[in-house]
């Protein structure tokens, strides 16, 4: 049984194979966040009260750094699925195209300065 239309069947029209990936990274990835969110809710409420120099010697301790970068990845991840959600469904015409590019470069550019920051923490550079 199917349950393409008959004029579907006829010009070979079907899914685009993608929808199904997509919808499961995006489940994933938010399942992912409920943990590296909470990671984050206890390092808020450790550093909570301490002097800068406190709080930049817990935030380059490695294990930091790394739970740092890991809730990074996942939630702009998330973040990147769930624009291209909303512009593939919301926009039409030739922008869906560049903005979809913008989505990405943006995504892309905020890893690279968040990780930078996690890097220089880590070798202790101000």
């Known amino acids: 049984m199917s349950f393409r239309t008959p004029l579907a069947r006829v010009r070979g029209l079907g899914s685009a194979k993608s929808g199904t990936e997509n919808w499961w990274h995006e489940r994933l990835s938010a399942a992912a966040s409920i943990p590296t969110t909470l ?9 909570a009260g301490r002097d800068q120099a406190a709080i930049i010697a817990m935030l380059g301790h490695p294990v930091v750094a790394m739970g740092l970068a890991l ?16 512009i593939e469904d919301y926009v039409h ?5 560049w903005l979809l590019i913008a989505n ?9 300065v968040s990780l930078g920051a996690i890097v220089r923490l880590i070798a202790g550079a101000p």
């Open 93 to 97: 015409g030739g922008g869906k195209f």
């Open 71 to 86: 809730s990074i990845i996942i939630m702009l991840w998330h973040m990147r699925l769930g624009m291209q959600v909303i």
């Open 39 to 47: 990671f984050l809710i206890w390092l808020a409420m450790a550093v």
């Open 104 to 112: 990405n470069f943006f995504v892309a550019v905020m890893a690279a």
